[in-house]
């Protein structure tokens, strides 16, 4: 269960990647609407990933050398011992080519209702795999915050059309393009 844990602290689709996005994105956001959506939908991840680092920290804590080479944890262990460190299931390590932060309102709430969704998918991989009801129980309830995020992001993007040039069927960033 270790790996797929790791996978949505630090992984393409994890909390990590998901509260930089979105704490970053609210800056160039031309309503202050949107920047408080973000700003509140990025705070809540940082939370997420506090419990998820949470988990695997329970997960590792007590780990014996035949727990760690059975769970196929050895060679995050050789790097990092039981300390958690952001990284996807495979092992490779966060990096911020995975957070989208372009700076046009349509662009950057279309990439947030997909890594959403991304992450709607990941936690639902990790109920599939998971036997441990303790887990699965944290997991559910941040599925289910995914899954409000997206509705939220989805109003958002609603608002941000609604206030934009109903005749530019491109929706240009108003912060470059008027």
Excluded: C
């Excluded at 780990?63 to 996807?88: C, N, R």
């Excluded at 997206?150 to 240009?172: I, P, S």
């Amino acid at each position: 269960m270790l790996h797929r844990s790791l996978l949505i602290y630090g992984g393409p689709d994890g909390e990590l990647g998901a509260s930089l996005r979105y704490l970053s994105q609210r800056y160039a956001m031309p309503y202050s609407e949107l920047k408080g959506l973000l700003t509140d939908i990025g705070t809540e991840e940082l939370g997420h990933l506090e419990m998820i680092g949470a988990i695997v920290h329970q997960l590792t804590r007590n780990l014996s050398e035949k727990d760690i080479k059975t769970a196929g944890f050895d060679a995050y262990f050789v790097d990092h011992t039981t300390g958690i460190y952001p990284a996807a299931a495979s092992g490779f390590p966060w990096n911020a080519a995975s957070m989208a932060v372009k700076g046009d309102v349509i662009a950057d709430l279309t990439e947030d209702l997909a890594a959403e969704q991304k992450a709607r998918v990941t936690y639902d991989n990790i109920l599939r795999l998971s036997d441990d009801p303790d887990v699965n129980d944290v997991i559910k309830f941040l599925r289910a915050r995914e899954v409000v995020h997206f509705q939220r992001f989805g109003e958002g993007l609603r608002l941000a059309k609604e206030k934009m040039d109903q005749k530019n069927v491109y929706f240009t960033n108003p912060s470059f393009d008027m």
